[in-house]
Structure formats: C-alpha cells, structure tokens
C-alpha cells in the first residue's frame, strides 16, 4: 500500500479550486503524487506523465515477462492441432 503525507492529500473541491497549483507542483517535482479525497476516500492520484509512462512501461513489461514464463512451462507439454482436437470430440467443421 502507498504512503501519503498530510500534504499529498486534497479534497476534489479543493483541486477544483487550485487545478493550476495542484499541476505545478506536480509538474515542478515540489510533490511526487497528489491524492484526491471525494468523500473522505481516496480516489484518484495525480502523477507527472514521465512517472506515468514509467509505471506503464514496468507494468507492460511485467506482462511479458509473465508470458514468457507460461509459455517455457508448457514447451515441453504435448500439444495437438485443431484438427485433431476436432477428430478427438468428434466435431466437423459444420457442426462450428
């Protein structure tokens, strides 16, 4: 779970009111992360589009790599074709 200071957390009345202050200190590095409360929960975050692009890239690469893990698992696996799964279950192609 992510840490918040008192300072990084804002009500969405008061970033409404301070959209200008609230992007300039994101974007002048005076905050990392601005977090917005509408009904005393939180529900969004505001990040510099650099970090955003970063988490994005990590996130992307994580998912590769989760597949390149699914896919050595199951080379040595036997494999059929289509065809012969449909031969197996006794389905013609019509009968798709």
Request: overall charge negative; hydrophobic content about 40%.
């Amino acid at each position: 779970m992510v840490a918040y200071t008192r300072d990084e957390i804002i009500s969405a009345t008061d970033l409404a009111r301070n959209v200008s202050a609230t992007l300039s200190s994101i974007v002048k590095h005076t905050k990392e992360k601005v977090a917005i409360m509408k009904n005393n929960k939180l529900e969004a975050v505001i990040i510099d589009i650099e970090e955003y692009e970063r988490l994005k890239e990590s996130y992307e690469l994580m998912e590769h790599m989760e597949i390149a893990k699914i896919v050595e698992e199951r080379k040595g696996s036997k494999t059929i074709t289509f065809d012969e799964l449909l031969k197996k279950e006794d389905i013609n192609y019509d009968d798709l």
